[in-house]
Every structure is written in C-alpha cells, then in structure tokens.
C-alpha cells in the first residue's frame, strides 16, 4: 500500500475549511486522487481494486464492470464487511437512458430512475442496471488479491489505511469522477 499525503500538513490544516474537494479514480492507473477546487492533488492513493470485468459506461447487474461517469457521494455508512461503504449516486438517468436505448431496460423503469434521481433520491437499485456501487475498504478480506487482482463486483476498494485517509476528504455530496 502506498499512499501519499501531497500537502504539507500546515497547509492541510488551512485547507480543511474544505472548498468542496472531489476525487478521480483512474481506472487505468488504479489510482483515486483527492483534487481541492484549485487542482491541487490533496492525497493519492495507489492499487486500488475495480470489477473483475474492467470499466464500462453502463454497468448491468452481474457483469463486475465498474461504471464510468461522474458520480455524488449519497451517503456513508459503516460496513461489516467493508468498514466504509461510500455509496455513489448510480445508477444515473444518463446510464437508464442508454440501458433502455440497448433494449435491456423497460421506458417504465427508465423513467422512475429518472423521476427519482430529479427528486434527489437513491434511484431504484434492483434493475438490470445494479446499484450499490460506491467507493470502500477491503475490510477483513485478503490484502495480497487487493494488490493483485480486480476483485469488486463493480466498486472501488481501496485498502482499509488507504480508506481511512480517503475518509479524512470525503462527505456526502463529494464528486467522485470514474475514468
């Protein structure tokens, strides 16, 4: 695990009033950044884990690809298993749309993602688009595969030091860009 405070500490502190920092996950380089508003790189972590079936613009329920797109932390809850469950926004009426476009989403469930994601609530999670993608720990899982291996069925895990750092930026409403 390697993770790198990018900011000397004083400057960390002064930084904390938090102009809305917001986080890239690099998909090809397996890293997530927390970027301040100006573009300063607050924190890097390396070898994070995606799906075991790479990136895709619309992730379907099974298929353990990790969705791209630019996504709103929705909430953050405790985990058992995880110990941090970042829950992004997906699926976003962007990806329904398209889903339904493929023929593999009804207009019926396209619009209610799309009803509810207006009224800024969690959009239906049992679709054929899947839900539940967020951003969390390896918890009590093996940290030699999280080094090796993509191994989520769609999330981004990040080991459990790496997510305690990522924690420190993050708050509900922090956008996370998946690319």
Same mark, same amino acid.
Request: hydrophobic fraction near 40%.
């Given at each position: 695990?390697?993770?790198?405070?990018?900011? #000397?500490?004083?400057?960390?502190?002064?930084?904390?009033?938090?102009?809305? #920092?917001?986080?890239?996950?690099?998909?090809?380089?397996?890293?997530?950044?927390?970027? !301040?508003?100006?573009?300063?790189?607050?924190?890097?972590?390396?070898?994070?884990?995606?799906?075991?079936?790479? =990136? !895709?613009?619309?992730? %379907?329920?099974? +298929?353990?690809?990790? #969705?791209?797109?630019? %996504?709103?932390?929705?909430? @953050?809850?405790? !985990?058992?298993?995880? =110990?941090?469950? %970042?829950?992004?926004?997906?699926? &976003?009426?962007?990806?329904?749309? &398209?889903?339904?476009?493929?023929?593999?989403?009804?207009?019926?469930?396209?619009?209610?993602?799309?009803?509810?994601?207006?009224?800024?609530?969690?959009?239906?999670?049992?679709? @054929?688009?899947?839900?539940?993608?967020? @951003?969390?720990?390896?918890?009590?899982?093996? #940290?030699?595969?999280?080094?090796?291996?993509?191994?989520? +069925?769609?999330?981004?895990?990040?080991?459990?030091?790496?997510?305690?750092?990522?924690?420190?930026?993050?708050?509900?409403?922090?956008?996370?860009? @998946?690319?």
């Amino acid at each position: 695990m390697r993770i790198r405070l990018l900011l #000397p500490v004083l400057l960390l502190a002064t930084l904390s009033a938090r102009a809305e #920092p917001w986080a890239l996950v690099d998909t090809g380089a397996q890293t997530l950044t927390v970027f !301040s508003t100006s573009g300063v790189a607050l924190l890097t972590v390396d070898h994070v884990a995606i799906g075991s079936g790479g =990136v !895709s613009d619309v992730h %379907y329920r099974g +298929d353990n690809t990790t #969705p791209r797109g630019n %996504y709103r932390i929705r909430a @953050i809850r405790k !985990s058992h298993r995880f =110990v941090t469950f %970042y829950e992004l926004d997906y699926p &976003q009426t962007a990806q329904a749309e &398209q889903a339904f476009r493929d023929g593999r989403l009804s207009a019926a469930t396209r619009d209610l993602i799309a009803q509810q994601n207006d009224a800024g609530h969690r959009a239906v999670q049992r679709s @054929i688009l899947g839900g539940w993608i967020g @951003i969390h720990g390896v918890g009590m899982g093996n #940290p030699d595969i999280h080094r090796s291996f993509n191994w989520t +069925d769609g999330c981004v895990a990040l080991d459990n030091d790496a997510l305690a750092a990522f924690g420190e930026w993050a708050d509900v409403g922090m956008r996370v860009e @998946i690319r």
